[in-house]
């Protein structure tokens, strides 16, 4: 799987891009069962960090019209 980048380190693109491939990779069933619980835990945190980065945008979006109000 070589070395990764930690997810906390990854913008919202690169984290759904490298979520989308383990996806991928998951469902073609060509993995042993120690890769694909590797990837399924790196899968995880990627998808914590797509919905952090997301619930950051939307405080963001909040706030924003809350102050032109």
Do not use: H, W
């Amino acid at each position: 799987m070589g070395k990764s980048r930690e997810p906390g380190s990854l913008d919202f693109e690169a984290s759904l891009t490298e979520l989308e491939s383990i996806v991928s990779k998951l469902e073609n069933n060509q993995l042993s069962l120690q890769e694909s619980l590797q990837l399924y835990k790196r899968g995880e945190l990627l998808s914590k960090r797509c919905n952090q980065l997301l619930d950051e945008a939307e405080l963001q979006i909040d706030e924003q019209f809350s102050s032109d109000e």
